[in-house]
């Protein structure tokens, strides 16, 4: 079946570096959505990308949806601690959303 | 407040028991979506419901049920709970297809003793 696949699994950085997780689809995508979930609290939607190549941004993050829509980026510009947290892409499959395992950032300050 | 009401927030019980879990959509929204997250599986989908109807399944196991009221709101039964079905439970809704995002509850953390 459609599996959705994250890395890396752990991102470690000191504040102001920058920080990417990566996500491929088994299969094309007719989209893909980012949620974001702070440490004790649940996953909150951040994005979604449409279009092959799409690339969108929220202040310090930027976020790509490949040419083949099989994967996709988060990319966030010099990290804040505020940007701890696990952040998820999903993928629809038969109208419900398959999540990747996460990547879960640690800002060290 | 997400608008997605999840309750309790928490429930500690003892194996072989049965507990339900119970929760209210963003208002307009009209699917309904259970998830499961532990350390070592993320976010496993449940079922999905759509106006009262089931849409999708998941690998819910035989134990677990769910509905959708008339009203909207969805309950999650758990029963012969086992030590592995400790873990967050997340209720999520969304306008008609998902498209837009989904919208999550705080969720209800099961701890079976």
């Known amino acids: 079946g459609q599996q959705v696949m994250q890395i890396p699994q752990y991102q470690h950085v000191q504040e102001g570096e920058d920080f990417t997780t990566y996500c491929n689809s088994s299969?094309?995508?007719?989209?893909i959505q980012w949620y974001k979930q702070r440490p004790g609290g649940h996953p909150v939607f951040l994005i979604q990308?449409?279009?092959?190549?799409e690339v969108k941004k929220q202040k310090r993050l930027t976020f790509q949806f490949g040419e083949a829509k099989k994967n996709s980026s988060l990319h966030i510009t010099a990290t804040q601690t505020t940007d701890v947290g696990t952040y998820f892409c999903?993928?629809?499959?038969?109208?419900?959303?398959?999540f990747g395992q996460g990547t879960e950032l640690s800002v060290k300050p | 407040d997400s608008g997605v009401t999840q309750t309790p927030k928490h429930l500690i019980t003892a194996t072989g028991q049965r507990v339900t879990l119970r929760c209210s959509p963003r208002?307009?929204?009209?699917?309904v979506y259970w998830y499961q997250q532990s350390l070592d599986q993320g976010l496993q989908f449940l079922i999905q419901?759509?106006?009262?109807?089931?849409?999708a399944k998941g690998n819910i196991l035989e134990r677990f049920s769910a509905q959708q009221f008339p009203d909207l709101h969805s309950e999650l039964n758990l029963s012969s709970l086992e030590l592995g079905d400790s873990a967050l439970y997340f209720c999520?809704?969304?306008?008609?297809?998902?498209?837009?995002?989904?919208?999550f509850g705080s969720g209800t953390r099961l701890t079976v003793v």
């Open positions: 999520a809704s969304s306008v008609e297809s998902g498209d837009y995002g989904y919208t």
């Open positions: 299969t094309t995508l007719s989209n």
């Open positions: 990308l449409v279009k092959s190549g």
């Open positions: 999903a993928g629809p499959r038969g109208g419900k959303l398959i």
């Open positions: 208002s307009g929204d009209l699917s």
């Open positions: 419901y759509y106006n009262g109807e089931e849409r």
